[in-house]
């Protein structure tokens, strides 16, 4: 599989498991960023020549191709600069809706994208945040989720997918109850698309995000999938250039959905990737994708379980993830010397510190497996894990 | 290791005699306090607290043992060229950084060089804020 992958031609020796942070990206998808660039290279929409119709011919196929990929209709997929853009825009576009007193469920489960832009608007408008009560493991439960949902609620932003343990929410029960309340529901699905098959049709969520980057697509490009009825009555939250109908010194008016959303020139050559991302992954299969990740996730937890001096935040979840430590070791003195030996792994607070303050730890270190990687990369992980403690050891960092 | 194991002039006073600087670094998520106490233009006790990596720990608890009992003028000039040392700028070699000399391979990992400064930017800050 590496070598449908250029970076591994030149990296011959990484052992690549921050797949969370960002995937790599294959060849199919590069071509087709160079094919906007050397053969198309204009801009989309307001031309009338030839090549600038077919670059918006080819922006709006892309379009389809995501809207058929998650179950939705092409007007309710809005490009953004990815999934914490698109959060941040759902924040945006219900403050006008949203009244001081209201509340709004999160959890301390969340990336920070995910909460942080509600909790600007706690500050702003007087909402209240209302966080779900994690399980002592950290995963967000139906259970838990009744105990804060009331007729107060007016939204419910969750993760589907958590960045840092690889939890599963049942955002599709939630999403039901939520509705039973009237509340509009936002699910941030930056860990959940490069492993899930979505759709939003069975999950009947009003908002959802995602970025391509973690999927085997390009950076700088994320989807914010609105239901129609939603977004036709909701305004955009930047103005500008193509997303305007009529303009006068006085007034304005919007374009139909989705380009009321999309404000400027939006990042063509990556949206045309996006269209080689979805045909890339359909390919594969995302199922295939999803076991093959796990079962190399799997045998690595397996081993480190074997070591006393491993702890593991996550272990009894089928995620592609491994959230650890050294007991008693800094997870950026791990990961220092796991870079020395070409091992590229995550440590800190992954953009959720409210989780690590949850877990009562400062920081982590998170491994995280994607199908490209093999059987290879598991085993010269563990090795330079167990070297590391060797290592630690006899230089009196631990006992 | 013996540093970042058995932390020297760890645990804050609170007292407001002594000025008070929080620190952090987004990278990883550590953080750390750092207070001095000054008198007439002498450091008179340094006290730091917090959480991170051995680089973190370990440079805090040196440089509190390093810095204490000099003037705020030769301890700010040290600092700053310990600050340059780290970050593989050109930095004043005739100066004694005694025991914080060992930091200098850090330069080497640029991943770090935050890990080695958080401590030291904290201590130049309260001293900063002395002066005004």
Same mark, same amino acid.
């Given at each position: 599989?590496? &070598?449908?992958?250029?970076?591994?031609?030149?990296?011959?020796?990484?052992?690549?498991?921050?797949?969370?942070?960002?995937?790599?990206?294959?060849?199919?998808?590069?071509?087709?960023?160079?094919?906007?660039?050397?053969?198309?290279?204009?801009?989309?929409?307001?031309?009338?020549?030839?090549?600038?119709?077919?670059?918006?011919?080819?922006?709006?196929?892309?379009?389809?191709?995501?809207?058929?990929?998650?179950?939705?209709?092409?007007?309710?997929?809005?490009?953004?600069?990815?999934?914490?853009?698109?959060?941040?825009?759902?924040?945006?576009?219900?403050?006008?809706?949203?009244?001081?007193?209201?509340?709004?469920?999160?959890?301390?489960?969340?990336?920070?994208?995910?909460?942080?832009?509600?909790?600007?608007?706690?500050?702003?408008?007087?909402?209240?945040?209302?966080?779900?009560?994690?399980?002592?493991?950290?995963?967000?439960?139906?259970?838990? /989720?009744?105990?804060?949902?009331?007729?107060?609620?007016?939204?419910?932003?969750?993760?589907?997918?958590?960045?840092?343990?690889?939890?599963?929410?049942?955002?599709?029960?939630?999403?039901?109850?939520?509705?039973?309340?009237?509340?509009?529901?936002?699910?941030?699905?930056?860990?959940?698309?490069?492993?899930?098959?979505?759709?939003?049709?069975?999950?009947?969520?009003?908002?959802?995000?995602?970025?391509?980057?973690?999927?085997?697509?390009?950076?700088?490009?994320?989807?914010?999938?609105?239901?129609?009825?939603?977004?036709?009555?909701?305004?955009?939250?930047?103005?500008?250039?193509?997303?305007?109908?009529?303009?006068?010194?006085?007034?304005?008016?919007?374009?139909?959905?989705?380009?009321?959303?999309?404000?400027?020139?939006?990042?063509?050559? &990556?949206?045309?990737?996006?269209?080689?991302?979805?045909?890339?992954?359909?390919?594969?299969?995302? &199922?295939?994708? &999803?076991?093959?990740?796990?079962?190399?996730?799997?045998?690595?937890?397996?081993?480190?379980?074997?070591?006393?001096?491993?702890?593991?935040?996550?272990?009894?979840?089928?995620?592609?993830?491994?959230?650890?430590?050294?007991?008693?070791?800094?997870?950026?003195?791990?990961?220092?010397?796991?870079?020395?030996?070409?091992?590229?792994?995550?440590?800190?607070?992954?953009?959720?510190?409210?989780?690590?303050?949850?877990?009562?730890?400062?920081?982590?270190?998170?491994?995280?497996?994607?199908?490209?990687?093999?059987?290879?990369?598991?085993?010269? /992980?563990?090795?330079?894990?167990?070297?590391?403690?060797?290592?630690?050891?006899?230089?009196?960092?631990?006992? | 290791?013996?540093?970042?194991?058995?932390?020297?002039?760890?645990?804050?006073?609170?007292?407001?005699?002594?000025?008070?600087?929080?620190?952090?670094?987004?990278?990883?998520?550590?953080?750390?306090?750092?207070?001095?106490?000054?008198?007439?233009?002498?450091?008179?006790?340094?006290?730091?607290?917090?959480?991170?990596?051995?680089?973190?720990?370990?440079?805090?608890?040196?440089?509190?043992?390093?810095?204490?009992?000099?003037?705020?003028?030769?301890?700010?000039?040290?600092?700053?060229?310990?600050?340059?040392?780290?970050?593989?700028?050109?930095?004043?070699?005739?100066?004694?950084?005694?025991?914080?000399?060992?930091?200098?391979?850090?330069?080497?990992?640029?991943?770090?060089?935050?890990?080695?400064?958080?401590?030291?930017?904290?201590?130049?800050?309260?001293?900063?804020?002395?002066?005004?």
């Amino acid at each position: 599989m590496k &070598e449908l992958f250029p970076v591994f031609k030149k990296n011959k020796d990484l052992v690549y498991l921050d797949s969370a942070a960002s995937s790599m990206k294959p060849q199919k998808v590069i071509d087709a960023i160079n094919d906007y660039y050397l053969n198309y290279s204009v801009n989309i929409e307001r031309g009338v020549y030839n090549l600038a119709l077919n670059a918006t011919k080819r922006v709006e196929e892309s379009r389809k191709k995501i809207a058929e990929y998650i179950g939705a209709n092409s007007k309710e997929i809005i490009f953004t600069r990815g999934a914490s853009n698109s959060l941040n825009m759902v924040a945006l576009m219900l403050k006008k809706i949203l009244k001081p007193g209201d509340e709004v469920i999160t959890s301390e489960l969340e990336h920070h994208s995910s909460f942080l832009p509600f909790l600007n608007l706690q500050k702003e408008i007087g909402i209240k945040l209302v966080f779900v009560p994690l399980e002592a493991d950290g995963r967000i439960t139906i259970d838990n /989720f009744k105990k804060v949902l009331s007729n107060k609620t007016k939204v419910v932003a969750l993760t589907h997918v958590s960045n840092v343990l690889g939890y599963k929410t049942d955002v599709k029960e939630i999403i039901r109850l939520s509705h039973e309340v009237g509340a509009i529901t936002s699910i941030d699905g930056a860990q959940a698309s490069p492993h899930m098959k979505l759709d939003m049709k069975d999950l009947d969520t009003d908002f959802y995000s995602f970025s391509f980057h973690k999927m085997c697509g390009p950076t700088g490009l994320g989807i914010l999938y609105g239901k129609k009825e939603l977004l036709e009555k909701l305004d955009p939250v930047e103005l500008g250039g193509e997303m305007n109908d009529e303009v006068t010194k006085n007034s304005v008016t919007y374009k139909d959905l989705p380009y009321k959303f999309e404000t400027g020139t939006m990042p063509i050559a &990556e949206i045309f990737a996006s269209g080689a991302t979805i045909d890339f992954l359909s390919e594969i299969g995302i &199922e295939n994708i &999803e076991k093959e990740s796990i079962r190399l996730r799997n045998l690595a937890l397996k081993e480190l379980l074997k070591l006393d001096e491993i702890e593991v935040y996550n272990k009894n979840q089928e995620s592609s993830i491994i959230a650890f430590n050294i007991k008693g070791v800094h997870s950026h003195d791990l990961v220092s010397v796991l870079a020395e030996n070409n091992i590229a792994v995550r440590a800190g607070h992954h953009c959720a510190e409210p989780l690590h303050r949850f877990l009562k730890i400062s920081a982590s270190t998170r491994a995280s497996f994607y199908f490209y990687n093999d059987e290879s990369d598991v085993s010269k /992980f563990l090795d330079v894990v167990k070297k590391t403690i060797s290592f630690f050891r006899e230089v009196g960092y631990i006992d | 290791m013996d540093h970042y194991r058995n932390p020297r002039n760890k645990g804050l006073t609170n007292s407001s005699t002594y000025v008070k600087c929080h620190l952090k670094n987004p990278s990883c998520g550590d953080m750390i306090d750092v207070e001095s106490l000054v008198e007439n233009g002498i450091i008179k006790d340094i006290r730091h607290d917090g959480e991170g990596c051995s680089i973190c720990c370990a440079s805090a608890s040196i440089m509190s043992e390093v810095v204490k009992g000099m003037t705020v003028e030769d301890a700010k000039k040290l600092l700053e060229n310990y600050l340059k040392m780290v970050s593989n700028q050109e930095y004043d070699e005739s100066i004694d950084f005694d025991e914080l000399q060992v930091f200098d391979g850090v330069k080497d990992l640029p991943a770090r060089v935050r890990c080695a400064s958080i401590s030291s930017q904290a201590l130049l800050s309260t001293l900063t804020s002395e002066d005004k």
